[in-house]
C-alpha cells in the first residue's frame, strides 16, 4: 500500500495539518470561515474524502496517446447512463405480457420526457456497444493485456458479454412484435445443445412456450442478475487498472539515449505510484513519461464522455426508441430482424443448415469467444507492437472481418439493400 | 477431562467454514429446486375450438390459417393467447400444423406461388405435408394435438394446448 500513499511534491505543500492534506479543505473559499470551515474539516477527518481522492485522482498515468485512453472511462460513463435511464424507465414500465406493451406505448404518445428518456435508454445501448468494442480494439492494438494485466483483459470480455447480455434481454422487454419474435428466436437457440438443450430452453422460457414466465425472467435478469454481476466485474476490472496502472501504446516506453538498459533503470527509480508496474517486463513497466489523470486525463476523459453523452441525449430525443405493434403470436407477416448488433449471429444461424446449427452456434462461436478470453496466454511475447504481434494480429483481422462480412450479408438479406 | 483433540482457534476456524457451508445449502436448496421447477411442471390438456366455423369448406391442397385461443402456459396460469392454425387438407389427410419454423421457431406462412411453406426469418421452406425440404429446418412443421367433432353434420376442429412433435 506504500506505493499509494500521496507523494508530498505532487500534491502542493508539505501537509502540516490534516485538513490541509487534500483538496476538500481547498475547495471551500477562504472568505469562508467558522462552522461551514470547520464542519468540512471534521468531514474530511472522519471519513478521509481527501485521501480517496487523491488516491483516485493523482495516479500517473501514460503521457502519450491520452486520447485513445479516454474510451474505458467513456465505457464506465455510458454504463452508468444505462443505470441511470434504465432506473428511470422503472418509474413507467410493467412487466407484464398484458401491459408492458401499453406502459412503453403511454411513454410515446403521451409522455415526452419518459420517451426521450427510453430514447436514451436505447441510443446509450447502441452507444454503448461501439466504445466498448473501441476500448477492446485499443487494448489489443497496444497489448495491454500482457503479464501483468492477464485479468484485466479477461475481466473486460466477460464485462462485454454482460453487455451482450443485457441488450438482448432489454430487446425482450418492450413485448411488440419485434421483442416478442426476438424472445422466441433466442430463447429458441439453447435447444440445439445435444442433451440438456430442451431442458434449458424450457429453464429460460419458464414452459415450453414464450409466455409471462419468460418476460418475467428477462426483466429479472435485465434489472438485477446481470446488472449486479456488471457492477461486480467493473469494481474488479477497476481495481485490476489501479493495481498495475495502466498500460499506453508503444509509443510510451520507446528509449531516445544511447543506453536503453541505463534509461529504463532511471525511469524505475523515478517511477511515480502506481509504477513500477510489478511483474512486468521492465521495459514496460514505467512509461517514459506520465502526467496526473487529475486534470490531464480526466479532462480529455471529460471531453470525450460529454460529446458521447450530447450524442445519446440528441438522438434519444428526435429518433427515440422505436415501437412495433403489439406482441401477436398469431401473425403471418411478421417478418423478425435481429437488433443489428446480433445480425452476424443470425447470419451464422442462415449458414448452419439441419443437423448443423448446433455446430455453428455452440461449437464455432464457443470457439472463437474462447479465443478471444485467452488471448493474455496465446500471445505471452514481450513484443507491444501491432505489426511485430503478426501471430495475432492476422487472426483478429480474421475476426473482426467475418464479423462484419457476416452483419453486411444478414444486411442484404433481410433488408435487400 | 480428556486431551484436547483440537485447539480453540482451530475449533473456530473450521466452525466457522461448516456453519458457511449450513448457510450456503440452506439457501441453495430452494434455489436450485424453485430454479428448476420448469422441469417438472405439467401442463394440462387443454382443448381450445379453431375459430372461424366448421372446416368443411377449406378446399383441398389449399392450407388455411385459422386462429385458436390457446392456453399454452399454465404454470404459473396465464390467459390464452391465439395461435396459428394451418388446416390443411391433402389425398384425404387433415392436418393442422402450427406456423412455429423448426429452425428458429419463427412465424410460417404458406406461399401459395411457391406451393409451401415459407420461414422469413432464415428462409426455411415446408412441403404441404409439412416435410422441411430447404433451408435450414432440421425436423418437419409441428402439428398441434387436434381433434375433430361432428356437431349438426358439420365438421369442427379442436386443437390442444401442446405440440404433437417435440420441436
Known amino acids: 500500500m506504500s506505493q499509494r500513499t500521496v507523494d508530498p511534491e505532487r500534491s502542493g505543500a508539505a501537509p502540516t495539518e490534516p485538513e490541509d492534506e487534500g483538496d476538500l479543505i481547498g475547495l471551500v473559499p477562504q472568505q469562508v470561515v467558522g462552522p461551514v470551515r470547520q464542519g468540512v474539516a471534521w468531514l474530511d477527518d472522519r471519513a478521509g474524502f481527501s485521501h480517496l481522492l487523491h488516491r483516485v485522482l493523482y495516479e500517473a498515468v501514460p503521457r502519450q496517446g491520452g486520447w485513445a485512453y479516454t474510451l474505458g472511462s467513456a465505457t464506465l460513463v455510458l454504463i452508468l447512463i444505462q443505470f441511470f435511464s434504465g432506473i428511470f424507465l422503472l418509474l413507467d414500465y410493467v412487466p407484464s405480457v398484458s401491459q408492458a406493451y401499453s406502459s412503453l406505448d403511454f411513454l410515446k404518445t403521451s409522455d415526452p420526457f419518459g420517451a426521450w428518456m427510453r430514447g436514451i435508454h436505447l441510443w446509450g445501448s447502441y452507444t454503448l456497444m461501439f466504445i466498448i468494442g473501441a476500448h477492446a480494439l485499443r487494448t489489443f492494438i497496444s497489448a495491454s493485456y500482457k503479464k501483468p494485466r492477464e485479468l484485466n483483459w479477461v475481466t473486460g470480455v466477460f464485462l462485454f458479454f454482460i453487455v451482450l447480455g443485457m441488450a438482448i434481454t432489454g430487446a425482450m422487454l418492450p413485448w411488440d412484435q419485434a421483442s416478442y419474435w426476438t424472445t422466441t428466436v433466442v430463447t429458441n437457440i439453447p435447444h440445439y445443445i445435444p442433451g440438456i438443450g430442451n431442458g434449458i430452453r424450457t429453464l429460460w422460457r419458464g414452459g415450453n412456450f414464450v409466455g409471462q414466465a419468460t418476460l418475467t425472467r428477462s426483466f429479472a435478469l435485465h434489472i438485477w442478475v446481470l446488472p449486479v454481476i456488471l457492477l461486480g466485474l467493473i469494481g474488479a476490472h477497476i481495481h485490476l487498472l489501479w493495481r498495475h496502472g495502466e498500460h499506453g501504446s508503444w509509443v510510451n516506453y520507446r528509449t531516445r539515449s544511447a543506453d536503453p538498459g541505463g534509461e529504463i533503470a532511471e525511469r524505475l527509480r523515478n517511477a511515480a505510484a502506481p509504477y513500477p508496474t510489478r511483474g512486468s517486463d521492465p521495459v514496460y513497466s514505467v512509461p517514459s513519461d506520465t502526467v496526473d489523470f487529475f486534470p490531464t486525463q480526466l479532462f480529455k476523459d471529460t471531453v470525450v464522455s460529454a460529446v458521447l453523452v450530447i450524442f445519446i441525449g440528441v438522438m434519444g430525443l428526435i429518433s427515440g426508441a422505436p415501437l412495433d405493434g403489439p406482441a401477436n403470436a398469431a401473425t403471418l407477416t411478421y417478418v423478425p430482424t435481429p437488433e443489428w448488433f446480433y445480425l452476424p449471429l443470425d447470419q451464422l444461424l442462415v449458414f448452419f443448415p439441419l443437423g448443423l446449427v448446433g455446430f455453428g452456434v455452440f461449437v464455432v462461436v464457443g470457439i472463437a469467444a474462447t479465443l478471444v478470453i485467452a488471448l493474455p496466454f496465446i500471445d505471452r511475447s514481450p513484443e507491444r507492437h501491432p505489426i511485430r504481434r503478426p501471430d495475432v494480429l492476422i487472426p483478429a483481422l480474421f475476426l473482426i472481418g467475418s464479423v462484419i462480412y457476416l452483419a453486411m450479408l444478414g444486411v442484404n438479406r433481410l433488408y435487400n439493400l | ?167
Open chain 2, 1 to 167: 477431562m480428556s486431551e484436547r483433540r483440537i485447539t480453540r482457534r482451530q475449533f473456530m476456524v473450521r466452525g466457522t467454514g461448516l456453519l458457511g457451508g449450513l448457510i450456503t445449502a440452506m439457501v441453495s436448496v430452494p434455489a436450485i429446486g424453485f430454479l428448476l421447477s420448469p422441469l417438472w411442471a405439467t401442463t394440462p390438456l387443454l382443448w381450445a375450438d379453431v375459430q372461424g366455423g366448421p372446416i368443411d369448406d377449406i378446399p383441398e391442397d389449399k392450407p388455411t390459417a385459422r386462429i385458436a385461443s390457446i392456453q399454452t402456459e399454465t404454470n404459473p396460469p396465464q390467459p390464452p393467447v391465439s395461435r396459428v392454425v394451418y388446416v390443411v387438407k391433402h389425398q384425404g389427410q387433415l392436418y393442422a400444423f402450427s406456423n412455429i419454423c423448426t429452425h428458429m421457431q419463427c412465424d410460417v406462412h404458406w406461399d401459395a406461388s411457391l406451393d409451401l411453406f415459407e420461414c422469413p426469418c432464415h428462409g426455411g421452406l415446408y412441403s404441404i405435408t409439412g416435410r422441411n425440404v430447404g433451408g435450414p429446418p432440421p425436423q418437419p412443421l409441428p402439428q398441434w394435438v387436434h381433434r375433430t367433432q361432428v356437431r349438426g353434420g358439420r365438421t369442427y376442429l379442436q386443437v390442444a394446448n401442446r405440440l404433437r412433435e417435440e420441436i
